[in-house]
């Protein structure tokens, strides 16, 4: 046999052709299986070439690499052959890898074909040699070189398969299984060519027609070279060009979202909402069914951003989408209008589903909130309208449900109800009245009365409670009741309550610099305001201005006002007690305070509720609980203020009760500034008579 050697520059270029080839082969298949349509067709075509080639180039390297004590040249058509041989094996492994599914008789099955392609394209190559006489095979070897090639064959198409998806960390993935793919091939290939054998007189018959050695060299280097640049870079380029229009894809969805979700909560906002709700109402009309709209409002959000500052009402808010989120059933639409307004698009069978979720809805809300380690209350109050009973418009059910919302907070909150026509009217009517209320408040209509504070039984009068009143144009003397609910509802209460804290301190200094120096003021101070983080500031501004000392103003603040969120009104009442006015506890007897938080509450004064003075009688409930207010007081060190005070009876028993003012229409109404010299020129004359 004739010796054989091989040249290591040679054999160490071929195991990098193989690496590249093997490299692009992955490459390729993520291609095909990213690409679709036509574009599919188009990488399979370049990709089999470029596998192909890739392929049919190592060998021939390897090929090149070998050397014999006689000079070889090569047979052009079979060298053609093999290529295509080597390029149709590629185009079968990668229209196979690009299924959906490789399962493993198919992945067998393919193997086997693409090994038999891989070792009919080497054989070839060899045959093209033209040996005389023919090229001897080692059995052994030329079977392992063949199994060699199905198992290398099988191991590629199955990595191949696991790594067309594109991605960043698929690159360093190729990377490495391209090593040992490469090394597979290599081994096939130079098993291959450990099985042949030339015998002793061997020539080759193609020398005077063939490829010279060194051209071919040459050739097959610059080519596989330039043919695996062009597949890569084309490929890079088209998959930044996918990765750019992924992108733009990206952005534009994004871009939708944002316009129709909420950038808080990321709900459907009031444009997604929209077309939910036109869409119910065709599906509606063609089935002859109805649909009901939730409208949600949640009650104290406010005093939250005033109290915690609008961060935490912002995680309030995305945990409220949350629990609503949670309660809703799939088919339901939830969105957020804005603020702390929700609404709920649902599919009812009967009203009674509307009623229940709406109840669940409430009593979810109004379960605690653990915020930035402050613990938060707020309820929901909704109003429910039905399609097509309650409006035959979007618009219009989104109304009457807002309508039945504010019925519901007007009833108390914290509750739902059903839409009815009356409360349209009574909607445009608050409508109104918040207009009037805005327009008083900018025109100056509004006034204070004050109502004498007197030392039980009889005098002398220690003070006044300043109590609002509005003077309309149009609807004249309007009392509180019928305009500071609404206020207090729509925060109008706030600039309003201001306006009276600096009202009643410009005419206490008044007062002042007419001699009574010991008189002092007291101003009501509702939840809102009492939440509101400006109040401190509101306070010590008014007695700046004016000139007033603190110990003249007393603030009143209703019992359930002060419990609401105790530990936040204990807060704003200890900033109000340091500036030194006083904190008096109104209405008391009526709320759910803690003994607790009312020994630490910083009051020096209680206010019984005229509830318990209007049907006091000697030795009735009322006058035990009396009794038991005032010990509670003593005990507490807290003057004691009874109000209501109407009959002779009621002032003799409250003194003996132990109370220590006293304030009621029998000791003097709430009258202008200007008429209280009348009043209380009235109240002695009524003291000298008794």
């Known amino acids: 046999m004739l010796p054989t050697s091989y040249s290591s520059t040679l054999v160490a270029f071929s195991l990098i052709v193989a690496i590249l080839a093997s490299y692009t082969a992955l490459n390729m298949a993520g291609?095909?299986?990213?690409?679709?349509?036509?574009?599919?067709?188009?990488?399979?075509?370049?990709?089999?070439?470029?596998?192909?080639?890739?392929?049919?180039?190592?060998?021939f390297v390897g090929m090149l690499a070998f050397s014999l004590p006689i000079s070889i040249s090569y047979d052009l058509d079979l060298t053609a052959l093999s290529l295509l041989?080597?390029?149709?094996?590629?185009?079968?492994?990668?229209?196979?890898?690009?299924?959906?599914?490789?399962?493993?008789?198919?992945l067998m099955l393919g193997a086997v074909l693409m090994g038999m392609g891989i070792a009919a394209m080497h054989y070839t190559g060899m045959h093209a040699m033209l040996m005389e006489p023919g090229i001897v095979y080692n059995?052994?070897?030329?079977?392992?070189?063949?199994?060699?090639?199905?198992?290398?064959?099988?191991?590629?198409?199955?990595?191949?398969?696991?790594?067309?998806?594109?991605?960043?960390?698929?690159v360093y993935a190729r990377i490495g299984a391209s090593l040992l793919m490469g090394c597979a091939i290599v081994g096939m290939h130079f098993t291959g060519m450990a099985a042949a054998e030339f015998p002793l007189g061997s020539y080759c018959g193609a020398a005077s027609n063939g490829i010279a050695n060194q051209w071919l060299a040459v050739l097959v280097i610059v080519v596989s070279l330039a043919v695996f640049a062009i597949a890569l870079i084309v490929s890079m380029l088209d998959a930044r060009t996918n990765l750019l229009a992924s992108s733009l894809d990206e952005a534009n969805s994004e871009l939708v979202k944002l316009a129709l979700h909420d950038t808080l909560t990321r709900l459907p906002n009031r444009v997604l909402l929209g077309d939910r709700l036109e869409q119910a109402i065709q599906k509606t009309n063609r089935g002859k069914k109805h649909f009901a709209v939730l409208f949600m409002d949640l009650d104290g959000f406010k005093a939250v951003n005033d109290i915690y500052g609008h961060h935490a009402?912002?995680?309030?808010?995305?945990?409220?989408?949350?629990?609503?989120?949670?309660?809703?059933?799939?088919?339901?639409?939830?969105?957020?209008?804005?603020?702390?307004?929700f609404v709920l698009l649902i599919d009812p069978g009967e009203p009674e589903d509307a009623s229940a979720?709406?109840?669940?809805?409430?009593?979810?809300?109004?379960?605690?909130?653990?915020?930035?380690r402050n613990v938060m209350h707020v309820t929901a109050s909704v109003g429910i309208a039905v399609y097509p009973l309650d409006g035959a418009t979007a618009h219009e059910l989104m109304i009457n449900a807002d309508a039945a919302m504010y019925h519901a907070k007007e009833s108390g909150r914290n509750s739902y109800c059903f839409f009815e026509k009356a409360m349209n009217t009574n909607a445009h009517q608050q409508a109104k009245l918040q207009q009037d209320v805005r327009k008083a408040l900018e025109n100056h209509e509004f006034l204070l009365h004050y109502q004498p504070k007197v030392v039980a039984p009889d005098g002398p009068m220690i003070g006044v409670e300043a109590l609002l009143r509005w003077q309309s144009p149009e609807h004249g003397l309007v009392p509180p009741d019928r305009f500071l609910p609404m206020a207090e509802r729509t925060g109008l209460i706030v600039p309003i309550g201001n306006w009276v804290i600096d009202e009643a301190c410009r005419q206490m200094r008044a007062w002042q610099d007419q001699g009574h120096l010991d008189w002092t003021i007291a101003v009501n101070i509702s939840t809102v305001q009492l939440g509101h983080t400006g109040l401190v500031e509101v306070v010590s501004g008014a007695l700046q201005r004016h000139r007033l000392e603190a110990r003249h103003l007393v603030l009143e603040v209703t019992e359930s006002t002060a419990m609401r969120d105790a530990e936040a009104s204990l807060i704003i009442l200890e900033q109000l007690s340091k500036l030194g006015v006083g904190i008096s506890i109104d209405d008391f007897g009526t709320g759910y305070s803690s003994l607790l938080y009312l020994k630490r509450l910083p009051?020096?004064?209680?206010?019984?509720?005229?509830?318990?003075?209007?049907e006091l009688a000697q030795g009735n409930d009322d006058a035990a609980i009396v009794s038991a207010i005032v010990a509670l007081g003593q005990t507490l060190g807290l003057k004691i203020v009874a109000e209501g005070v109407e009959t002779p009876e009621q002032q003799a028993l409250l003194t003996r009760l132990?109370?220590?003012?006293?304030?009621?229409?029998?000791?003097?109404?709430?009258?202008?500034?200007?008429?209280?010299?009348?009043?209380?020129?009235?109240?002695?004359?009524?003291?000298v008579t008794l």
């Not at 291609?31 to 190592?58: N, P, Q, T």
């Not at 041989?85 to 198919?106: D, N």
């Open 313 to 341: 009402g912002d995680l309030l808010l995305v945990e409220v989408a949350r629990r609503i989120s949670e309660t809703k059933r799939g088919e339901d639409t939830v969105a957020r209008l804005g603020g702390d307004e």
């Open 31 to 59: 291609r095909v299986s990213s690409a679709r349509g036509k574009a599919s067709a188009l990488w399979l075509l370049g990709g089999s070439f470029a596998m192909g080639f890739g392929i049919w180039s190592m060998h």
């Open 139 to 170: 059995p052994v070897l030329f079977a392992v070189s063949v199994l060699i090639a199905i198992v290398a064959s099988g191991a590629a198409l199955w990595i191949a398969f696991r790594l067309r998806r594109e991605g960043g960390r698929v």
């Open 658 to 687: 132990g109370c220590n003012s006293l304030q009621g229409y029998l000791l003097g109404r709430p009258v202008p500034a200007a008429q209280l010299p009348h009043s209380l020129a009235a109240l002695k004359q009524s003291t």
């Open 603 to 614: 009051a020096n004064e209680l206010k019984i509720d005229r509830g318990f003075v209007a």
């Open 357 to 372: 979720l709406a109840q669940r809805l409430v009593e979810i809300i109004g379960q605690p909130y653990n915020i930035s």
């Open 85 to 106: 041989i080597a390029i149709a094996s590629s185009a079968f492994a990668l229209w196979l890898v690009c299924q959906k599914e490789l399962p493993v008789m198919r």
